[in-house]
């Protein structure tokens, strides 16, 4: 009835992996753990074919990197099961009772994110930009995520039924880190399926140093700048669904986009001292994403 499936990518999985088998078989449920390796780089792979001799679990390497939202597409088509279970490879469970409370909400049409829990500090100064903005930004709880429920969707755990999968995919333009969630969530509004959230999080064990995760967000802004014009018919609808594109457009409407763009320039050295820093600011943080934004949409 359920396939758990975990994209992975440089990760180990194996304790995470033993987890999710001890809770499944406890429950007696029909289930699959479906795992994927996107051709890793870090030799994880030696770490986790071992995995592949356990009862109900399936494990594939690839030999080509296919990317975030490519290998997702493929987990949905693998998979043997309706109800698809998804989350990220650097995560652990956060309770005892992870793969129980999704299949409770097993039923069709489920679109369901459980959320996201972090350490209580942070691991390492180098990563405490990182860190930071996952507590501040991505742990709230279901009751404000229910607020604006395809807003707040992300990839990292969640529920899904295949048949909505058959018509909402996610988008394989989008080969490189940043946003795919963005968009799937909006797809998923498009045609009227409302994300449910609850209560069911998973641990988040793994966080960049803040120069990687700066990169990684220049990149993800450069996706995102990129689909809003090239993929989006309903602009405005798009733009309404994204923090920071609905910034950039109040900033547009008046426009005004060409100050920040400049201001960026000038302080964009300043601004990663700050946050590369011991004390890193997400209002900083915030400023240098718009910033970058704003210098995208120059003209």
């Known amino acids: 009835m359920i396939s758990i499936c975990i994209p992975i990518y440089n990760s180990d999985v194996r304790t995470l992996v033993h987890a999710l088998k001890a809770q499944a078989d406890s429950l007696n449920i029909v289930y699959e753990l479906l795992l994927i390796d996107d051709a890793s780089t870090n030799g994880c792979q030696k770490l986790n074919a071992s995995l592949a001799t356990l009862p109900k679990v399936r494990y594939i390497e690839l030999e080509k990197n296919i990317g975030r939202s490519a290998i997702r597409n493929l987990l949905a088509k693998e998979a043997t099961y309706r109800y698809l279970i998804?989350?990220?490879?650097?995560?652990?469970?956060?309770?005892?009772?992870?793969?129980?409370?999704?299949?409770?909400?097993?039923?069709?049409?489920?679109?369901?994110?459980?959320?996201?829990?972090?350490?209580?500090?942070?691991?390492?100064?180098?990563?405490?930009?990182?860190?930071?903005?996952?507590v501040k930004r991505e742990e709230p709880c279901a009751a404000e995520r229910n607020l604006n429920p395809n807003r707040s969707f992300i990839t990292y755990n969640f529920l899904i039924d295949k048949e909505i999968f058959r018509t909402v995919s996610f988008d394989e333009t989008l080969k490189t880190y940043g946003h795919e969630d963005t968009v799937f969530g909006f797809r998923l509004l498009e045609a009227g399926i409302k994300v449910v959230h609850i209560d069911n999080p998973l641990l988040y064990c793994s966080f960049?140093?803040?120069?990687?995760?700066?990169?990684?967000?220049?990149?993800?802004?450069?996706?995102?700048?990129?689909?809003?014009?090239?993929?989006?018919?309903?602009?405005?609808?798009f733009a309404a669904e994204v923090r920071l594109l609905r910034a950039w457009k109040r900033l547009d409407s008046i426009n005004i986009t060409g100050f920040p763009?400049?201001?960026?320039?000038?302080?964009?050295?300043?601004?990663?001292?700050?946050l590369t820093g011991k004390r890193p600011s997400i209002f900083v943080f915030d400023l240098y994403k718009l910033g970058y934004l704003c210098s995208f949409f120059e003209p």
């Open 208 to 237: 960049d140093d803040s120069i990687t995760f700066i990169k990684k967000t220049e990149l993800g802004i450069h996706n995102l700048a990129s689909f809003y014009n090239n993929n989006i018919e309903n602009k405005n609808g």
């Open 86 to 134: 998804f989350m990220d490879s650097d995560v652990q469970l956060a309770s005892p009772d992870y793969v129980q409370k999704y299949y409770e909400c097993c039923r069709e049409g489920i679109v369901c994110y459980g959320g996201k829990t972090n350490l209580p500090e942070c691991p390492a100064p180098e990563c405490r930009l990182r860190w930071l903005y996952s």
């Open 261 to 274: 763009a400049l201001l960026f320039r000038i302080f964009r050295t300043a601004m990663l001292k700050n």
